[in-house]
């Protein structure tokens, strides 16, 4: 059973930096995509990053050059770094995965889930 455990969210002025972190655990398939995904409130949930199992990368057009996604496949651990944050960053951040080679940063590609982290960036 695949669990996804998020942590690292928090609130900061706008320009600072976070770095979100998600422990997952219960797979041993070689190919596996990760992701991040955000939900402001009355907002859709949406693709923000996400990571193959090569370690080839994808962002959302809105957070490139200030998020990095990166993984350490040793500790079974996902991180989200996020510079220069904007108050529109503000959401519910969750960590996503699912089983193949394709890494879409689309919601419905994802089937297992985490409980998110928040973070709020004011201004």
């Known amino acids: 059973q695949v669990q996804l455990v998020e942590s690292g969210g928090g609130s900061v002025q706008a320009g600072g930096s976070l770095r979100l972190s998600c422990a997952h655990s219960g797979y041993t398939y070689s190919s596996f995509c990760m992701g991040w995904f955000r939900q402001a409130p009355g907002k859709e949930r949406e693709g923000v990053a996400a990571i193959d199992s090569d370690g080839s990368t994808n962002y959302a057009d809105s957070v490139k050059g200030r998020f990095t996604i990166s993984k350490d496949n040793a500790k079974n651990t996902l991180y989200l770094q996020m510079n220069s944050l904007k108050p529109e960053d503000t959401a519910m951040y969750y960590c996503?995965?699912?089983?193949?080679?394709?890494?879409?940063?689309?919601?419905?590609?994802?089937?297992?889930w985490g409980q998110g982290t928040q973070v709020t960036v004011s201004s």
């Open positions: 996503a995965a699912k089983f193949g080679w394709v890494c879409p940063l689309v919601r419905a590609a994802f089937g297992f």
